[in-house]
């Protein structure tokens, strides 16, 4: 009897299935057509997605063989390029194309494994900071506090030379470092959400805190929670990118765009395809991101209707 008056608490909150919430459902295709960013950021990342799936088919060269018969070809289209090597090759003669398709894989994999890290631990503090607020609250933001005041970047090049390159330790270490918007962002949400009627209708039946926070407070900042999980995704990307850069990142023999690019710098002059092309790789992909989340925000967040107008 409890669990169905629960459930039927449940459905006088804000956002569950409300007529604009199913209206708003319905129409994400449209507006997703509508919204000129929203389009052009989904067609970038789905054509990134799609190459660093399907990259055995579209390569046919190792990214890490290194042949330097073959060293510092331009690209297809200037004098002294073949089609072998259409986007031509670097400084040991590998593969540009090879090396830009599987590098999409690296970066797609550390960007959202991060931000999954940092949006679990972010969600949960947020969740207990904002729910119970007190102690908790304090002793939270103020670590948080202090997350902050410290340069990310710099925080992040003493731990990955104290524990070494790789992608499981970089995702752990960009995760871990960059929990604290998730929490805020959450936290916001919470302390607003635990003061709505549907809250307190809950608890006057006997809810119990964890059942408000899982199955009446949660469900209802997702909406923001996922906006900022998309905003992240880019900053992610490029920090990968520049960890690799300064050659803490991603270690070889896999392909990281930030990797590319550090190999590059020192042929801008004389060939110059050799950091343009991994430049271009992770301008347009976080650019797209950017795009895609400034969308997910506008059809998202209920107190604009800029998606309406885009």
Known sequence: ???????????????????????????????????????????????????????????????????????????AWLEGGTAEYWLGTDNLGRDMWSRIVYGARVSLIVGMGAVIVSGIIGAVLGLISGFYGKWLDAIIMRVGDAFMAIPTILFMLVVMAIVGPGMTTLILVIGVTNWVPFTRVVRSEVLSMKERDFVFAARSIGAKNGRLIIKHILPNVLSSFIVICGMNVGTTIIMEASLSFLGLGIKPPDVSWGGMLSDGRQYVATSWWVATFPGLAITFTVLGVIFLGDWLRDVLDPRTESAQKS
Do not use: C
């Not at 009897?1 to 459930?7: G, H, S, T, V």
């Not at 459905?11 to 919430?21: I, Q, Y």
């Not at 997703?32 to 799609?50: C, E, N, P, Q, W």
């Open 1 to 75: 009897m409890r669990d169905n008056d629960e459930k039927n608490v449940l459905v006088t909150g804000p956002d569950n299935n409300s007529p604009r919430a199913i209206a708003g459902i319905r129409s994400i295709w449209q507006q997703l057509i509508i919204s000129k960013t929203g389009f052009i950021g989904a067609v970038l990342v789905l054509v990134v997605v799609l190459i660093a799936i399907a990259a055995p088919l579209l390569t046919s060269h190792d990214p890490s063989a290194v042949n330097p018969l073959n060293r510092l070809k331009p690209p």
